[in-house]
């Protein structure tokens, strides 16, 4: 058995075996096209979102990232048609 911690397997992460990894998530799909189990999604999300606090990742390149809105009418929505909100009058309905 390996004497590979968690930790260690952290610290020696490559950008590429992070973005690997991250892609993973994403696809929930390893890239021979394999499922990921429940398990391996965790384990995976862990180590992505560990090397991104511990090798400071900027916040808007990180995992789950969503950009936070302002207040305000540009930001609300309220110029948006109700088509484009999907209020728009459903035409198979009549």
Do not use: H
């Amino acid at each position: 058995m390996s004497d590979m911690t968690f930790e260690k397997m952290i610290n020696q992460m490559t950008p590429a075996i992070y973005e690997s990894l991250k892609q993973a998530v994403s696809l929930r799909k390893w890239p021979d096209g394999r499922r990921l189990t429940p398990e391996q999604t965790a384990l995976c999300l862990e180590a992505v979102m560990r090397f991104e606090a511990e090798n400071n990742v900027p916040e808007e390149n990180r995992v789950g990232y969503l950009e936070q809105r302002t207040c305000g009418a540009a930001a609300s929505g309220a110029g948006v048609s109700p088509e484009m909100t999907g209020l728009a009058r459903d035409a198979t309905r009549d």
